[in-house]
């Protein structure tokens, strides 16, 4: 009979090795990981109701089970986690608003700014910022 290289390890280490999978896991945030610990707990669930004749068999399914999960939810799971970020709209510098001219520029949302418009303006005028371009603000005079 030809000895094992690895000893079959019980469903509590398996369960262990999946929690360190996790572990890992959160510190990385690749969705890559996870995959591989959800197989050790399935392998963990399986070692406990049927006697692998060796711990290389074990660590050969949780790798195979690992990869097709990784290859059939990676993508949906990565953009459902992602989605999020990419709906967040910042219109801080696209929205229009009064500023005040001070000391030959406009202070706008905290924020002095050089600005362009047609009309000719003096310290204190109160204008409306049409857009802000280029770092730019283009403001017309509010009458």
Known sequence: ???SIVPVLSPLML???GILLVAIEVLAV???VIWFAL???VVGGISAFYQFSDGLHQLALISFLGLVLLVLFYKKTK?????SQRDIKDDFL???GEGTISNGQLSYKGTFWKYSSSD???DGDIVKVLKIDSNIAVVEKLK
């Open 39 to 41: 197989s050790a707990f």
């Open 1 to 3: 009979m030809v000895e």
């Open 120 to 122: 000719t303006l003096q």
């Open 30 to 32: 690749s969705f890559f």
């Open 79 to 83: 953009q459902y986690f992602s989605k």
């Open 94 to 96: 696209n929205t229009q």
């Open 15 to 17: 369960f262990g090795l």
